[in-house]
């Protein structure tokens, strides 16, 4: 329950481990395609990533690219801003456009063969990102009157554990699939949420969104993640990060 979310160690290497929420410079984030790729293969050793930056999916389709010389898959994703929050477009082929309706938004997602999730619906409004990364309010509400194709319920971002306890609740109740993702902004947060699936490939996690049968866990931060992100806040708040 809460963040963060003790990995349920039971977690067998039968099933494969995702990260399906991920930035990188082509948003806020502060690490390279390249640096999150060598970071997801080594520690925590994910078997998939979804690279989601804010209203794009150029540094998606870069790390697509590269992934050949990785041992793992990567999943082109994008975090949508929609006029009620951050949904995680998975699995697509074009960008979606922001600005969208919550339900405008998945329709576009699905029109393209992808899986739209919920990303931290319960968080507190943060603008940590002046303009991209600023979370309207209501996609709680949303997830009972639009068809999710899953919730993040476990969202590795500091602070965000209130909101992570609201999103099980409302995934259970819901009964769309469970998610995990690091919401990583530096590297040394890659992996820190995960979604665990039957399987190993990308194909195999998108039937288990579909089929509802993943499961998300999370593990702690230690002291050297804790002050690369509070480095990270900081910066922001002193305006250096591009947006
Ligand atoms: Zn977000
Ligand atoms: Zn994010």
């Given amino acids: 329950m809460g963040f963060p979310t003790r990995e349920r160690a039971l977690r067998n290497r039968s099933e494969g481990r995702a990260d399906v929420h991920i930035h990188t410079r082509y948003s806020d ?8 790729l060598d970071r997801a293969f080594t520690d925590p050793r994910l078997d998939v990533i979804a690279i989601t930056d804010h209203n794009t999916i150029e540094g998606a389709l870069e790390a697509a690219r590269l992934a050949p010389e990785y041992p793992l898959e990567v999943v082109v994703g994008e975090e949508i801003t929609s006029l009620e929050g951050h949904i995680l477009g998975l699995f697509l082929k074009e960008a979606v456009r922001p600005g969208l309706s919550a ?19 319960f968080a507190p409004r943060h603008d940590h990102v002046r303009g991209v990364g600023r979370v309207p309010m209501g996609l709680g509400r949303a997830l009972r009157q ?12 500091p602070l965000f554990a209130p909101a992570n306890w609201l999103a099980r609740r409302a995934q259970r109740a819901s ?69």
């Avoid at 984030?29 to 999150?36: F, I, L, Q, T, Y």
């Avoid at 639009?146 to 971002?157: A, I, K, L, Q, T």
Wanted: charged share 15%.
């Fill in 29 to 36: 984030g502060r690490a390279s395609v390249r640096e999150v």
């Fill in 103 to 121: 339900g405008e938004t998945i329709a576009a997602v699905h029109a393209q063969g992808g899986l739209a999730i919920a990303a931290h619906p």
């Fill in 146 to 157: 639009v068809p999710f194709d899953g919730v993040e319920v476990v969202n590795s971002f």
């Fill in 175 to 243: 009964g769309v699939a469970a998610t995990g993702g690091s919401d990583a902004h530096v590297v040394e947060a890659v992996g820190k949420g995960y979604t665990c699936f039957p399987g190993r490939t990308a194909a195999d996690l998108a039937l288990a969104i579909r089929q509802r049968r993943t499961a998300a866990g999370g593990s702690f931060y230690g002291p050297r993640l804790v002050l690369a992100y509070a480095m990270f806040v900081a910066d922001v708040y002193r305006g250096r990060t591009a947006g």
